[in-house]
Antibody, heavy 121, light 113 residues
Framework: QVQLQQSGPGLVQPSQTLSLTCAIS??????????WNWIRQSPSRGLEWLGR?????????DYAVSVKSRITINPDTSKNQLSLQLNAVTPEDTAVYYC???????????WGHGTMVTVSS | DIVMTQSPDSLAVSLGERATINCKSS????????????LVWYQQKPGQPPKLLIY???TRESGVPDRFSGSGSGTDFTLTISSLQAEDVAVYYC?????????FGQGTKLEIK
């Protein structure tokens, strides 16, 4: 059974980079036909899918247009985890961030526990 | 982007009664090649991540009580709880995974009357 353990700072200064990690157990980050996603949730924006990475003979990424110029999602095969980097953050990026696993379909079967990230000086 | 609109925004139902939540997508999420609706329902309780209840619009996730059911096709979908239990108090979300960016409804808050 897939389990996801998130880690990362809860406070980021404006204009800096938000960095989070999602450690995976019960599956390999480089498994074929699965995807690893980042999603955030805030009162103002609701649930917002940010992007995903997946392996299908090579690595692919898809990103939401709203963050495409600022986001990087990377797999780390040596540690079996994935990371999220969001550059040039503003207070609007304040949210609970989740990593999520898509297995049998592109729905989000398993979610991490969430990390509350506040952007403030 | 596909816009997902849920109704109502909030709902109060008596214990043991039926609860119905609707979800409408701005375009069809039915994939004609496999006749599957790329629509999922989640339940979220305070302080927890969303939990997958139903996928392919009507397939119940393992371990989900059978009082939860999903129906609909194309652009109009329904989540029904046949007999509301106290533990069903939560916010419910629909989401399409037909195409990226994957998008969610705004949520329906379900309470006990």
């Amino acid at each position: 059974q897939v389990q996801l353990q998130q880690s990362g700072p809860g406070l980021v200064q404006p204009s800096q980079t938000l960095s989070l990690t999602c450690a995976i157990s019960g599956a390999s980050v480089s498994s074929n036909s699965v995807a690893w996603n980042w999603i955030r949730q805030s009162p103002s924006r609701g649930l917002e899918w940010l992007g995903r990475t997946y392996y299908k003979s090579k690595w692919y990424n898809d990103y939401a247009v709203s963050v495409k110029s600022r986001i990087t999602i990377n797999p780390d095969t040596s540690k079996n985890q994935l990371s999220l980097q969001l550059n040039a953050v503003t207070p609007e990026d304040t949210a609970v961030y989740y990593c999520a696993f898509s297995g049998r379909s592109d729905a989000f079967d398993v979610w991490g526990h969430g990390t509350m990230v506040t952007v403030s000086s | 982007d596909i816009v997902m609109t849920q109704s109502p925004d909030s709902l109060a139902v008596s214990l043991g009664e039926r609860a119905t939540i609707n979800c409408k997508s701005s375009q069809s999420v039915l994939y004609s090649s496999n006749n599957k609706n790329y629509l999922v329902w989640y339940q979220q309780k305070p302080g927890q991540p969303p939990k997958l209840l139903i996928y392919w619009a009507s397939t119940r996730e393992s371990g989900v009580p059978d009082r939860f059911s999903g129906s609909g096709s194309g652009t109009d979908f329904t989540l029904t709880i046949s007999s509301l239990q106290a533990e069903d108090v939560a916010v419910y979300y629909c989401q399409q995974y037909y195409t990226t960016p994957y998008t969610f409804g705004q949520g329906t808050k379900l309470e006990i009357k």
